[in-house]
């Protein structure tokens, strides 16, 4: 079966579309240099799948490295998770951004290019709309940014653009991503964020262990039903399974193309807040306070496009998300740092 390089894959997306990948009968091979990642993931991996996990530790911006990879395992096709996340990082840090994330995307398209495989799935982001001016969101919505973060995922885009204009043998598909939540329904593998969680349900996980007092609401005042911020989360198993209908797609109908992956539904935080208290039975304490810089108040998808084009579409309830986050955080209270 086609080999797929995962790049990035010992990540949280990654490590789930891993298992996605072998279910559909694919051999994927994860690349990571575990710069945002544990090694323990590995193991967990081959418990669930009851097969060793293939990995190949390294750095994507070592181009030749990358094309020996390519080369020695007769890769079919990559994904690109590999990159860095933190929106308020890439503010601080905008240079450590535009090397990992731009560096990382021309070195593993040279690579690619060298070694003759011109099938890539790249991670886009809603952050690719910008602050919308609409909602739902289709694809041919204005693209904007307003982050370093959101720029290089929009230059990869344009870059991606550009090279398939050139090398009119590649296929491309951009997938764009709402909010990713949850974890694999075994509990032994799931979000790992080093430090305090920027993301909503990290943060609500570890106030339902006790590990933080208390959640902030950022902004109750926008103009949605109850005030609070809308979003369109996205399990990320359902995630996983848009990866292997996007990568059958491009294998075998040689098509590119540019789609969103998310519900189509969006949920406000004091939704997200309840759901959670409900699939855990406990108590998620939070207080309203003023709006984050830089948020917006209503992002959700348009996901009629993918379900056109790859036959997919995300199946799995807010309940769903919650009560998998929950089994994965309370199983394992520090992340992979108790394997
Ligand atoms: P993650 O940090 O868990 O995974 C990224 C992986 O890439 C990590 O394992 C890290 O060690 C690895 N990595 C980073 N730089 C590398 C390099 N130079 N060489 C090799 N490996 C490297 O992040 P994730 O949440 O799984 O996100 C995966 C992708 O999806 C990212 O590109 C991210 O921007 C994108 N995305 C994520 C979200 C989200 O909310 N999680 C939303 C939209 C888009
Ligand atoms: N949010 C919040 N408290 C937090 C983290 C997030 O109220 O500690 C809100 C945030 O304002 C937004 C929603 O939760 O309305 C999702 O935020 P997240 O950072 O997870 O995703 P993004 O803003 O990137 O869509």
Sequence with gaps: ??????????????????????????TPVILDNFANSHPAVLERLQAITGRPAVCER????????????????????????????????SVA???????????????????????????????????????????????????SHTNPYGHTKLVIEDMLAAQRVAQPDWKVAVLRYFNPVGAHPSGLIGEDPSGIPNNLMPFITQVALGQRPHLQVF?????????????????????AEGHVAALKVLLESGRSLSV????????????????FEAASSRPVPFQLVPRRPGD??????????????LGWRATRTLAQMCADAWRWQSRNPTGYRTA
């Design 1 to 26: 079966m086609t080999s797929i390089l995962l790049t990035g894959g010992a990540g949280y997306i990654g490590s789930h579309t891993y298992i996605s990948l072998l279910e559909a009968g694919y």
């Design 58 to 89: 390294g750095d994507v911006l070592d181009t030749p490295w990358v094309e020996e990879v390519l080369r020695r395992h007769r890769i079919g096709g990559v994904v690109h998770f590999a990159g860095d996340k933190a929106v308020g990082e």
């Design 93 to 143: 840090k905008p240079l450590k951004y535009y090397r990992n994330n731009l560096g990382g995307a021309v070195s593993l398209m040279q690579a690619m290019e060298n070694a003759g495989c011109g099938t890539l799935v790249f991670s886009s982001s809603a952050t690719v709309y910008g602050d919308p001016q609409s909602v739902p969101i289709a694809e041919d919505a204005a693209r």
């Design 219 to 239: 902004g109750s005042d926008y103009p949605t039903p109850d005030g609070t911020g809308v979003r369109d989360y996205i399990h990320v198993c359902d995630l």
């Design 260 to 275: 969103n992956l998310g519900t189509g539904q969006g949920h406000s935080v004091l939704e997200v807040v309840r759901a």
């Design 296 to 309: 917006v108040a209503n992002v959700y998808a348009d996901p009629r496009l993918a379900q056109e084009l």
